[in-house]
């Protein structure tokens, strides 16, 4: 297919690479120059614009750090929504407000365009890999149509329901994330400064009912597990900023829906201190390093 790509982050340029190497012919944009070079280099197509991206592509994905910048690519005169031929098939995979995706949908389906959302679960490896997690909102058969597509950069597509659905799954996703790694980083600091080696406490609980995905596969602890951003100073991965931000639409979405999230408020609270010290641009499992300076 020929693919528009725009956004090229720790996630968009991975994603736009699995999909050069998996045959498509791959139109690329993105402000940063240095991103756009590493996916020329790697096989893709330079675009001078976003507009260039998009004109006459199969398929064009976004992945774009927040709802205003989703809306400032798609929407007004100079959208790209004016640009983008009535066939193809818009996915935007950046992660945003349900209400925003909704809304931006709908401009496009006034105008016979097709969009879905489709936020991500996965981390910079698994978008490296190719074994993303799709959280896809919209129409069965939009959703059926984007899905060989997906499946070049991701090994799960669900589809939560329609437009908005699929970002409303995953922030309720990253909310919960954020509750287990503040917890877990919590415990594993009690264990050291009670004693413990941090690496034979997560074995433990990694081995009783305290087992959860930060445990196994992304520890917080420095020096505990290779691999991962802990053991790297916390360089890479998802951001302190990035997951205060969707903490962020949960609580907004809570307080829409009248829904009660206490423990998503102080994961919120927590992360939004840990980012007030200077440290908004390491990954989220840092906020170990909260409760050890604590």
């Known amino acids: 297919m020929d693919i528009g790509f725009i956004g090229l982050g720790h996630m968009g340029g991975p994603m736009a690479k699995n999909l050069v190497k998996a045959g498509h012919s791959v139109k690329v944009f993105d402000l940063v ?102 959280i896809v909102g919209g129409s069965e058969e939009a959703v059926n149509r984007a899905t060989p597509v997906l499946e070049n950069m991701g090994k799960n597509i669900f589809r939560a329901g329609d437009s908005g659905a699929g970002q409303v799954a995953k922030i309720c996703n990253n909310m919960l994330l954020a509750v287990l790694m503040s917890g877990t980083a919590e415990a594993i600091q009690l264990g050291v400064a009670n004693g413990l080696d941090p690496r034979v406490l997560s074995d433990i609980m990694q081995k009783s009912s305290g087992r959860n995905w930060a445990l196994e596969l992304y520890n917080p602890y420095p020096g505990v597990m290779e691999s991962v951003p802990s053991s790297n100073d916390y360089q890479g991965g998802f951001g302190v900023d990035l997951m205060a931000k969707d903490l962020g639409l949960a609580m907004e979405s809570a307080l829409q829906s009248r829904s009660s999230t206490p423990m998503g408020a102080l994961a919120r609270s927590l992360y939004a201190m840990h980012s007030s010290k200077g440290a908004g641009k390491l990954d989220f499992s840092s906020i170990q390093k909260l409760f050890s300076e604590l």
Do not use: W
């Open 33 to 134: 120059d240095s991103a756009v070079t590493a996916l020329v280099e790697a096989g893709a197509t330079l675009s001078t614009s976003a507009q260039d991206a998009a004109i006459g592509a199969d398929v064009l994905i976004s992945m774009l750090p927040a709802s205003q910048h989703v809306e400032s690519l798609y929407l007004g005169e100079q959208g790209l929504f004016n640009t983008v031929d009535s066939s193809t098939l818009i996915i935007d995979c950046s992660t945003i407000a349900p209400e925003t995706a909704r809304s931006v949908a709908s401009v496009a389906a006034g105008k016979g365009l097709t969009m879905i959302d489709a936020p991500v679960s996965g981390g910079t490896a698994g978008a490296a890999n190719g074994t993303l997690t799709f």
